[in-house]
């Protein structure tokens, strides 16, 4: 038979062996940090890119030929940024945008086969639009949003081109610096 003292030490070591590994359990803590770098980046949306289409008009036309389009830029907040556009194609002296001009698209038309244009920054074709920072390019600064600009075109006097007729292209490139 067991004495009950007996019973009485096996109940309490077996309750010390339970509550010793809570009372052993010890905690400790840390901190660490989340972090991320976030660079700033800008985009002329090609996708969204229209172009400056001057319609059809008559060689004999005296009066100016207006035409737009657009190009889009997205850039991360507050991120400032430029966009300019270069002299085109088939500028008669490279890198100059005020010598713009498009040519006919039918090779075998090699007399009076160019027609001179502008593009400009606003409606009244005032402000040129061209490729030198902080003279002629658009500034803006981001707000994380597609931003459209307007392109504004300009024959001023298609006569004065005598041009062939058939359908004339140049192909101008629009830059984002940022």
Same mark, same amino acid.
């Given at each position: 038979? !067991?004495?009950?003292? !007996? ?10 062996? /339970? ?13 660490? @940090? =989340? ?11 090609? *996708? *969204? ?6 319609? &059809? ?14 190009? &889009? ?11 300019? /556009? @270069? ?8 890198? %100059?945008? &005020?010598? !713009? ?9 090699? *007399?009076? @086969? ?7 920054? %606003?409606?009244?074709?005032? /402000? ?18 597609? =931003?459209?600009?307007? =392109? ?5 006097? /298609?006569?004065?081109? @005598? ?8 192909? =101008?490139? *629009?830059?984002?610096?940022?």
């Amino acid at each position: 038979m !067991r004495s009950p003292l !007996r019973s009485l030490r096996a109940w309490g070591l077996l309750a010390l062996l /339970l509550a010793g590994p809570a009372l052993a359990q010890a905690a400790d803590t840390t901190t660490f @940090n =989340v972090t991320l770098v976030v660079t700033k980046a800008c985009t002329i949306t090609a *996708a *969204a890119a229209t172009n400056v289409d001057f319609g &059809t008009a008559a060689s004999t036309t005296a009066t100016p030929t207006l035409g737009q389009g657009t190009v &889009t830029a997205q850039c991360s907040a507050l991120t400032p940024y430029t966009i300019s /556009l @270069n002299a085109g194609a088939n500028a008669s002296t490279a890198n %100059d945008v &005020t010598t !713009r001009r498009m040519k006919n698209t039918n090779a075998a038309v090699t *007399a009076n @086969n160019y027609v001179g244009y502008q593009l400009y920054q %606003d409606a009244a074709h005032t /402000l040129v639009w061209g490729a030198t920072s902080g003279t002629n390019t658009q500034a803006g600064i981001g707000t994380g949003l597609a =931003v459209p600009y307007i =392109v504004y075109g300009q024959i001023l006097n /298609l006569s004065t081109n @005598n041009p062939a007729t058939g359908n004339y292209l140049d192909t =101008v490139t *629009a830059t984002i610096t940022y």
